[in-house]
């Protein structure tokens, strides 16, 4: 049977202070930027639609 790393393996979202705290610390991990999409008004919207 194979040992088992007992590192932490981490995938960060978002936040960047988390992820940089993790490295320095040694710690495997991936950062993932993700940001909450905005809520717009369905005006707005339409018009972004259109440029986009």
């Not at 960060?12 to 940089?20: D, H, L, R, S, W």
């Amino acid at each position: 049977m194979e040992e088992k790393d007992p590192k932490p393996r981490v995938v960060n979202v978002g936040i960047q202070a988390f992820y940089e705290a993790l490295l320095a610390q040694g710690v495997e991990c991936a950062q993932i930027q993700w940001h909450p999409p905005a809520q717009q008004s369905e005006e707005i919207q339409s018009l972004l639609d259109m440029f986009l």
